[in-house]
């Protein structure tokens, strides 16, 4: 694949994550919760002269963590911009998609603190995190330099580390939307459900060994950008019906939306590892115009 089309993916994977969590910052609640409702929080808050009552709200989304929130979103939907314009010789926008993966940083750590600070629930957002990182490093260095590749790896084997360690259940438990969302879409009992993800976060780590292995690391990435497609759109597949209100598509769709980097990048990296019998052979056969030179010295 020509490097622009590379680019292009990159671009696009970095501009559906963004725009998908502007939605959330938006329309929803962004999950800042376990962040900024403590005492250190209001206690900042009252020092910057701000009452409890305009801290909280009156429920109405007009309290001041949710309009804080609101503003948060538009800088997401600025980062979802600089996504599909920013160029290699503009500085100003590639730190602001930096920024923009620092933003990402910080929602990930909410969402940690909120799951009560269970390891891979951090770790599971990598894909998303790195994702601006790996569009800054194509833009400044190059798809196919070597720091590009090991940010995409990087990021590919935290977001289905993370994946496989919640679908193992060993030390940290399978969250119940894993469940939910297996037998709703399989149609299958709990105890099925359960030796289906049991071989999904056995997989996982095959993926995240397998990369290193040259014979093996294409069909390991294929799968996982299979597998990153399928979870992701298994929230909107699972959640919508025909009985909500837009077909349910305002509550799930951005769950697919964000996760395109757990696709985008391991078919990024099933691309850029083209297999060296792909790349076109130089021709080495002999015109008949060479054939009578040399016959004729």
């Known amino acids: 694949m020509p490097d622009t089309r590379l680019l292009l993916l990159l ?65 997401y939907l600025l980062c979802a911009v600089l996504s599909l314009t920013a160029k290699k010789a503009s500085r100003w926008q590639l730190a602001g998609l930096l920024g923009g993966c620092g933003l990402l940083v910080i929602l990930s750590f909410a969402k940690y603190l ?6 891979p629930m951090f770790v599971e957002h990598g894909g998303q995190m790195l994702m601006p990182a790996l569009l800054v490093a194509a833009l400044a260095k190059g798809v196919r330099h070597r720091t ?42 709990q105890d099925a459900a359960k030796i289906f993800l049991l071989v999904a976060g056995i997989l996982d780590f095959v993926i995240c060994v397998g990369i290193f292995i040259s014979w093996a690391r294409r069909p390991c990435v294929l799968y996982a950008a299979i597998w990153g497609l399928l979870t992701a ?40 590892w083209k297999r060296e019998s792909d790349a076109p052979v130089a021709d080495l056969s002999i015109s008949p115009e060479q054939t009578n030179l040399s016959t004729e010295s």
Request: hydrophobic share 50%; with cysteine.
């Open 11 to 75: 671009r696009i994977g970095s501009f559906l994550c963004f725009a998908g969590w502007a939605w959330v910052h938006f329309y929803w609640q962004a999950p800042y919760g376990k962040l900024l409702w403590n005492d250190g929080t209001f206690s900042l808050a009252e020092k910057l002269g701000i009452e409890w009552d305009d801290f909280v709200g009156s429920g109405a989304n007009d309290g001041f963590i949710q309009k804080w929130s609101g503003w948060i979103g538009w800088l």
């Open 114 to 119: 909120g799951a009560q600070q269970q390891l």
């Open 148 to 189: 590009t590749e090991i940010v995409a790896i990087v990021a590919l084997i935290a977001t289905f580390a993370g994946h496989g360690a919640y679908a193992l259940g060993f030390h940290w438990p399978t969250p119940a939307n894993f469940f939910g969302m297996t037998r709703v879409i399989l149609g299958i009992e």
């Open 233 to 272: 759109l298994a929230r909107p597949v699972s959640g919508m019906s025909t009985d909500l209100n837009f077909w349910g598509a305002d509550q799930f769709v951005h769950e697919a939306i964000l996760r395109a980097p757990h696709y985008v990048i391991p078919l990024f990296l099933f691309f850029l």
